[in-house]
């Protein structure tokens, strides 16, 4: 067994030195990427060094550049969409046909978190495209109190740019079996704003009216009313005839509803599921978007206060 783990964990040590040198090196840049408040800006005209500059984003989302008499919005856009408005700006008053290439240098506004059970737990600021195998690997990979699953969760960017591409993009509490990912089964490409969890174990996450919402650890199977009874009960405002359960469905990361009448239960007219990990109790009127949405927004508010206390997280 433990010549079996030190594979397991050589394999991440290696897949670490890959994703230490894909991060520096000349890998194809996410051109998806939207440059945000703090990103530091590369701008090189071709022919005329004298107008090559490295600009931070200003408070304001706006760069200023050599021979431009009005600072340019950068926030917001890709790095081809700036690169063509610094053209059209400098064809107005000094460039007849201008080249310009724009690179986000420092990327500083959008960022992914790996927490829990990592060699490594922290923040990543990363402007390339990169997959969840190579994030974990670059905190340092599973520690040895990891347990079998990742965690994903997915919100949204962490800026306040909208695209059509947001709109597609669902809210999301996705989980992995780590050995699926090693083994290339699995794998999730990331986005800015995702926030990954190395589990120590599974957990079941209690949401809507119940007197403590949040994840529920499972180390053992586990029924509806024992996870509404470890969120300490439900309130006086409840529907027991709809309570939802949103399991995520094998091999996707859609979801699909269970209804259960949580009264029949109390009642003995319907037997008590059991539940499976990664499940969500949705003790509440809320629709699925919603509830991931909300889960997702409080699981990332306290991330600060686990790094703080230097706690892994779940």
Known sequence: MKFIRSLFLMSFAMLALCAAAFAQGTAA????YRIGFQDVIDVKVFRHPELDVRAPVNPDGRIYLYRLEKP???VCKTERELANDIVAAYKVSYLRDPQVTVTVAEQKSQSMAVIG???KPGTFFIGRELNLLQLIAMAGGPSKDAGTRVLVVRVGSNTDC????DSKEQPGLMTFKIRDLQEG???LEMRPGDVVSVLKSDIIYVYGNVKKPGPVEVREPITLTQAIASAEGYTNATDKDSVRI???KPD???????IVNLSDIEKRKASDPYLQPNDIVAVSKDNAKAILTGIGTAFKNGIPLLMSRGIPGL
Request: glycine residues 0%.
């Open 162 to 165: 909208k695209t059509d591409d």
């Open 72 to 74: 340019l919005v950068a």
């Open 29 to 32: 840049r996410d051109e998806r």
């Open 252 to 258: 996707s990361l859609d979801r699909e509803e269970i």
């Open 246 to 248: 949103l399991r995520q």
């Open 185 to 187: 089964k699995q794998n």
């Open 117 to 119: 059970a990592v060699e």
